[in-house]
């Protein structure tokens, strides 16, 4: 048990700062950069559309299922699916936030890497989609409809600004990630804990094989680009290869059954099927090439998990002081979120409840909340993530709101 606590503590302090630092430059370029910049580059059936996709959306710290919104949104507004495609793929894979903590975590080679695999595997994917993919067009009406994504900042001054990166980086965002970044550091000292040093040395001595285990449950779980950090550093100190833990970094975060689902509604079954194949390929590609041809010396790591008689030792002031404020603010994050829920006001004379599934995260609540603010009739709209409810003010028209919300990949249930 001390041993879990030791490895808990030390993946913790080692994590905080560059966590910190993520976030905020993920609030930042939320509130900062203006999102038809992101629309004028990724129109039009090309080469060209798709590499731009791909660069909008890796420095973008959204998950599987907060990617969705965005993506549909970039399809309303013209993109091509080569172009939807790619953005789908590369941008759950990484994130400001995740390189910062990989480079804290598992060094320079792993940070500089999962952005250009990102890359590799998000470009692979949209060429292959506007080769041999079907492809849709959205109708004028549809993009006529898409008007929530204007500039919601462009009022702001610049410390009013600062404030909304601030509570989107470290409220908003913390909300989204940061029950899964605590589970996924709690796996990853429960292993280092639990499980013998020797267990996967089998594993270890066929390559391929290695890649292919993890990968099996990398594809279907649900894993967010930092949380799936401190696995891949456990899995890595029980002897699997650097490659294996490539594939879980780039595979785990990149989709889940429950995104596939949504994809398949989206693009359709054939996009669908080059969609996972160009993830499933790209990370073991890109896995093997770390094993196999790229220097072993790259990916050796420090020992991080000290025993308690140096633990404390070790640890510098610094360090705790950016785990304490770190964990603060995800407990305030998550106060937030479950007190701002039970004091809700809804006057149900001017209000209709509409049920919907598949909201994960606060890019899916204000995806949501924007798009069905600009239907006909509707005065406001406020979404319970917990419950799954969207309360619209007004005299929204019901056909109109549930043709949105399929248009943005959720489930409408009444």
């Not at 059954?257 to 099927?273: P, Q, Y």
């Not at 701002?340 to 949501?368: A, L, P, Q, R, W």
């Not at 319970?384 to 248009?407: C, F, H, N, R, W």
């Amino acid at each position: 048990m001390r041993t879990f606590f030791d490895s808990l503590l030390n993946i913790t302090t080692e994590m905080s700062w560059f966590l910190l630092l993520g976030f905020f430059v993920a609030g930042l370029l939320h509130v900062f950069v203006k999102k038809k910049y992101f629309n004028r580059y990724v129109s039009g059936n090309n080469t060209r559309s798709v590499v731009a996709a791909t660069i909008l959306g890796i420095p973008l710290p959204l998950c599987s299922c907060g990617v969705i919104p965005t993506a549909v949104s970039l399809k309303r507004k013209g993109a091509s699916d080569g172009a939807t495609t790619a953005f789908l793929t590369a941008t759950p894979q990484t994130g400001v936030d995740s390189i910062a903590a990989t480079y804290a975590v598992l060094g320079g080679p792993f940070a500089f890497l999962r952005p250009i695999a990102a890359l590799i595997i998000g470009v692979g994917s949209g060429i292959l989609v506007n080769l041999f993919g079907k492809h849709t067009r959205e109708t004028s009406e549809e993009i006529a409809h898409d008007h929530a994504e204007e500039d919601e900042f462009a009022h702001y001054s610049f410390w009013q600004k600062m404030k909304a990166a601030f509570r989107y980086g470290f409220v908003d965002m913390l909300q989204d990630v940061g029950k899964w970044l605590l589970i996924g550091l709690v796996i990853a000292a429960a292993i280092t804990a639990l499980v013998p040093d020797s267990y996967f040395e089998l594993l270890s001595q066929k390559p391929l094989l290695n890649l292919f285990v993890v990968l099996l449950f990398s594809v279907p779980m649900y894993l967010c680009a930092t949380g799936s950090i401190p696995i891949a550093l456990s899995l890595m100190l029980k002897g699997l290869s650097p490659g294996a833990a490539f594939v879980l970094l780039m595979a785990g975060p990149a989709t889940n059954l429950a995104s596939i689902f949504v994809v398949s509604k989206v693009l359709g079954k054939r996009n669908t099927a080059i969609y996972l194949f160009s993830i499933i390929a790209g990370a073991i590609g890109i896995g093997f090439i770390v094993d196999t041809l790229l220097p072993a010396g790259w990916f050796s790591l420090k020992e991080m998990l000290l025993p308690v008689t140096q633990c404390h030792e070790t640890i510098s002031w610094f360090n705790i002081i950016g785990s304490v404020l770190f964990i603060a603010l995800i407990i305030y994050a998550f106060y937030c979120k479950y007190h701002k829920t039970k004091t809700i006001n809804i006057d149900t004379d001017m209000t209709k409840v509409f049920k919907i599934k598949g909201m994960n995260c606060n890019h899916c609540k204000m995806s949501v909340e924007k798009n069905l603010a600009t239907l006909s009739g509707v005065t406001s709209v406020t979404v319970d993530l917990q419950q799954g409810e969207a309360y619209v003010e007004g005299e929204p028209d019901s056909v109109q709101v549930e043709k949105m919300i399929t248009e943005l990949g959720f489930e409408f249930i009444q």
